[in-house]
């Protein structure tokens, strides 16, 4: 098993910037890369940003050019650099790890989520 826990969720306003954290613990040899994904209420979840275990960054379309997403391997932890925050970025935001050997999305890894609210 792998726990995953975020740190850094707050409240800023329009233009503001925050920083997510997501740090491992466990049986990390199992993690296949790790992502930060977000659910605004009311609306699916959806991915915000990517990487893979060599190291490859994704992002989802609404957040290129203001996320970036950074990992320590030192520290198993993951990052979310987050500027030019908009209101509709208001979320809970949760640190995924896919499990190398899931045989469906329930073998995967999730944490408790952090919350983001930006004010206009």
């Known amino acids: 098993q792998v726990q995953l826990r975020e740190f850094g969720g707050d409240s800023v306003q329009t233009g503001g910037s925050l920083n997510l954290s997501c740090v491992a613990s466990g049986s990390i040899w199992t993690i296949d890369g790790m992502g930060w994904y977000r659910q605004a209420r009311e609306k699916q979840r959806e991915m915000v940003a990517s990487m893979t275990a060599d190291g490859v960054p994704n992002y989802g379309d609404s957040v290129k050019g203001r996320f970036t997403i950074s990992r320590d391997d030192g520290k198993n932890s993951l990052h979310l650099q987050m500027t030019q925050l908009k209101p509709e970025d208001t979320a809970d935001y949760y640190c995924?790890?896919?499990?190398?050997?899931?045989?469906?999305?329930?073998?995967?890894?999730w944490g408790q989520g952090t919350p983001v609210t930006v004010s206009s």
């Open positions: 995924h790890a896919p499990n190398r050997w899931a045989k469906d999305d329930s073998d995967n890894y």
